[in-house]
T-cell receptor
Framework: RKEVEQDPGPFNVPEGATVAFNCTYSNSASQSFFWYRQDCRKEPKLLMSVYSSGNEDGRFTAQLNRASQYISLLIRDSKLSDSATYLCVVNSEGGKLIFGQGTELSVKP | EPEVTQTPSHQVTQMGQEVILRCVPISNHLYFYWYRQILGQKVEFLVSFYNNEISEKSEIFDDQFSVERPDGSNFTLKIRSTKLEDSAMYFC??????????????FGPGTRLLVL
């Protein structure tokens, strides 16, 4: 089983749509979880941390289910500028980040 | 806003040559990392560095690789004898402290290495 697994997509959605990404992780001892965004040929940039209670930042909502080892990201009212690859990332005990393959999102006018 | 910087942005080299990739982490950060991303693949951890020594390394980080913090600001990755399969984007990252499990890592813009 992969350490961090995501649906690679691509997700093609119209502007204004709501889109949800899912991610599972294999190490039940993992403590920190993040969603990063990566634009083509650029560095990963932190979108948001994911907390056990769930958290929201504007149009973005992240959820964590520790029992199922499942993380989600919901984007509401999607914009053209949301087009990117979304990376599910888990922080191991030693501090290294373990990345999923990424889910590609394309928002069309 | 402080940021991680990397040089060069692109490097083309011949197989068997040595390359040094340079990074300047954010100034008050204590933990430094190198990751790589082969085209079309996921980002992979290479090595972490703290207090002037390697704290963890992956299977990828074999004897051909080394890291160094030669002065108070630079953090370098050296590949002694490059192979074709070393062609990738190499990202440097830094983090402020380990105590907080939510502390995130900040990535530099990367060096695109092409081995011919």
């Amino acid at each position: 089983r992969k350490e961090v697994e995501q649906d690679p997509g691509p997700f093609n959605v119209p502007e204004g749509a709501t889109v949800a990404f899912n991610c599972t992780y294999s190490n039940s001892a993992s403590q920190s979880f993040f969603w990063y965004r990566q634009d083509c040929r650029k560095e990963p940039k932190l979108l948001m941390s994911v907390y056990s209670s769930g958290n929201e930042d504007g149009r973005f909502t992240a959820q964590l289910n520790r029992a199922s080892q499942y993380i989600s990201l919901l984007i509401r009212d999607s914009k053209l500028s949301d087009s990117a690859t979304y990376l599910c990332v888990v922080n191991s005990e030693g501090g290294k980040l373990i990345f999923g393959q990424g889910t590609e999102l394309s928002v069309k006018p | 806003e402080p940021e991680v910087t990397q040089t060069p942005s692109h490097q083309v080299t011949q197989m068997g040559q040595e390359v040094i990739l340079r990074c300047v982490p954010i100034s008050n950060h204590l933990y430094f990392y190198w990751y790589r991303q082969i085209l079309g693949q996921k980002v992979e951890f290479l090595v972490s560095f703290y207090n002037n020594e390697i704290s963890e390394k992956s299977e990828i980080f074999d004897d051909q690789f080394s890291v160094e913090r030669p002065d108070g600001s630079n953090f370098t990755l050296k590949i002694r004898s490059t192979k074709l399969e070393d062609s990738a984007m190499y990202f440097c990252a830094s983090r402020r402290l380990l105590a907080s499990v939510q502390e995130t890592q900040y990535f530099g813009p990367g060096t695109r290495l092409l081995v011919l």
